[in-house]
T-cell receptor, first 115, second 112 residues
Framework: NAGVMQNPRHLVRRRGQEARLRCSPM?????VYWYRQLPEEGLKFMVY????????ESGMPKERFSAEFPKEGPSILRIQQVVRGDSAAYFC?????????????FGPGTRLLVL | QKEVEQDPGPLSVPEGAIVSLNCTYS??????FMWYRQYSRKGPELLMY????GNKEDGRFTAQVDKSSKYISLFIRDSQPSDSATYLC????????????FGSGTRLQVQP
């Protein structure tokens, strides 16, 4: 039973380039969450998606960041025109339905470094 | 003031000690409480999940929630060097919004 998968695990971009981070939820899970972890800080919520719908994007920066979870394929977090302050670990989590729908399981993360 | 406060540590204990980790929170809407363990440069791993007030035990781990005091705890009995990690508390409110709000994490070092 595969867990949450994220790729790439490490990503290096120069300022101004685009970064695309991918997340495949656990089998049977249809809820995906993205979090960002800056050095020496806790995880900060960014966005919550279900298939083809953004449910809550209250933690997403208004500029340059977007997320999608298409009917087929992984969820994608896209960062356009990256800046050095975007350097962080980005974690995806997924959850199912029913009694433990609040329980989120995390992937290994993508570490983004902006040069 | 942060919604969730957690002492960053580091907390250093000898092997076999009982470890107590704590978080306080300010948002009375929080109903679901979790503890995650995160090893260096890895993703958070769910340890304990509790709903509302009370205790929950799983092996060497016990989670306590006191909603009246807005205080949650994680106890680790017979701590092992392999327990050395950062422990994150997390919580969420009931309803459509299911974003987790995390504490900043407590770094634990168990000395052999």
């Amino acid at each position: 039973n595969a867990g949450v998968m994220q790729n790439p695990r490490h990503l290096v971009r120069r300022r101004g380039q685009e970064a695309r981070l991918r997340c495949s939820p656990m089998k049977g899970h249809s809820h995906v969450y993205w979090y960002r972890q800056l050095p020496e800080e806790g995880l900060k919520f960014m966005v919550y998606l279900q298939k083809e719908n953004i449910i809550d994007e209250s933690g997403m920066p208004k500029e340059r960041f977007s997320a999608e979870f298409p009917k087929e394929g992984p969820s994608i977090l896209r960062i356009q025109q990256v800046v050095r302050g975007d350097s962080a670990a980005y974690f995806c989590a997924s959850s199912g339905t029913g009694d433990h729908q609040e329980t989120q399981y995390f992937g290994p993360g993508t570490r983004l470094l902006v040069l | 003031q942060k919604e969730v406060e957690q002492d960053p540590g580091p907390l250093s204990v000898p092997e076999g000690a009982i470890v107590s980790l704590n978080c306080t929170y300010s948002n009375s809407a929080f109903q679901y409480f979790m503890w995650y363990r995160q090893y260096s440069r890895k993703g958070p791993e769910l340890l304990m999940y509790t709903y509302s007030s009370g205790n929950k035990e799983d092996g060497r781990f016990t989670a306590q929630v006191d909603k009246s005091s807005k205080y949650i705890s994680l106890f680790i009995r017979d701590s092992q060097p392999s327990d050395s990690a950062t422990y994150l508390c997390a919580m969420s409110a009931r309803g459509g919004r299911r974003a987790l709000t995390f504490g900043s994490g407590t770094r634990l070092q168990v000395q052999p």
